[in-house]
Nanobody, 115 residues
Framework: QVRLVESGGGLVQSGGSLRLSCAASGSSISIYTMAWYRQDIGKERELVAWINSGGSTVYKDSVQGRFAISRDNSKNTVYLQMNSLTPEDTAVYYC?????????WGQGTQVTVSS
């Protein structure tokens, strides 16, 4: 069982930056692919970025070059650095751990970007 707790969300002006953290407990996440998703009101949850156990990353096209996902296995934590934020990035951001048995989700952290 993996418990994920996101933090770092908040209100920021357009063009600003935020760094989200996803702290895991209950199991080491070092072998898991970790991902960040987001969901805005009335929209489907969408993949923002993922990072596998080897450190390879993939990004949603609209965040490529602005967001960076990283992991610190010694801290059992995954990060999402978000720069040049726009109002379109407003959403609840969720952390996900992909294991061989089942996925694990955090409760989410709200990111609001004002214009």
């Amino acid at each position: 069982q993996v418990r994920l707790v996101e933090s770092g969300g908040g209100l920021v002006q357009s063009g600003g930056s935020l760094r989200l953290s996803c702290a895991a407990s209950g199991s080491s996440i070092s072998i898991y692919t970790m991902a960040w998703y987001r969901q805005d009101i009335g929209k489907e949850r969408e993949l923002v970025a993922w990072i596998n156990s080897g450190g390879s990353t993939v990004y949603k096209d609209s965040v490529q070059g602005r967001f960076a996902i990283s992991r610190d296995n010694s801290k059992n934590t995954v990060y999402l650095q978000m720069n040049s934020l726009t109002p379109e990035d407003t959403a609840v951001y969720y952390c996900k751990a992909v294991s061989s048995s089942r996925p694990f989700w955090g409760q989410g952290t709200q990111v609001t970007v004002s214009s």
